[in-house]
Nanobody, 122 residues
Framework: QVQLVESGGGSVRAGGSLRLSCAAS????????MGWFRQAPEKEREFVAG????????YYAGSVKGRFTIFKDDAKNSVYLQMNSLKPEDTAVYYC???????????????WGQGTQVTVSS
């Protein structure tokens, strides 16, 4: 099983920035992409961003497009989420995810990170 270790969460004021990191213990033959979901209290877990290993194609939820940037470091089996212009509605627990093929949905997640809290105050 792939282990995902994420870091970088914290508390910031609205308009501030954070960078999340996620390091995978290894890549498997089924690993297609990595990215993040987030979950706020009493909300469903929602997709935030992802990047494919092979071509570096990026995917973003409409709510974060233009503010968040996802990028990868193949040598380190790591991905990063640069979050700028943060808003209070970005407050959630962010979970790193390793995806197999089939679409960047939770049903296609091989492994989950432990989660990291992001809190944005107004």
């Amino acid at each position: 099983q792939v282990q995902l270790v994420e870091s970088g969460g914290g508390s910031v004021r609205a308009g501030g920035s954070l960078r999340l990191s996620c390091a995978a213990s290894r890549r498997t033959s089924s690993s297609y992409a990595m990215g993040w979901f987030r979950q706020a209290p009493e909300k469903e877990r929602e997709f935030v961003a992802g990047v494919s290993w092979s071509g570096g194609t990026t995917y973003y939820a409409g709510s974060v497009k233009g503010r968040f940037t996802i990028f990868k470091d193949d040598a380190k089996n790591s991905v990063y989420l640069q979050m700028n212009s943060l808003k209070p509605e970005d407050t959630a627990v962010y979970y790193c995810a390793d995806f197999r093929r089939g679409g960047l949905a939770s049903v296609n997640v091989n492994s989950w990170g432990q989660g990291t809290q992001v809190t944005v105050s107004s």
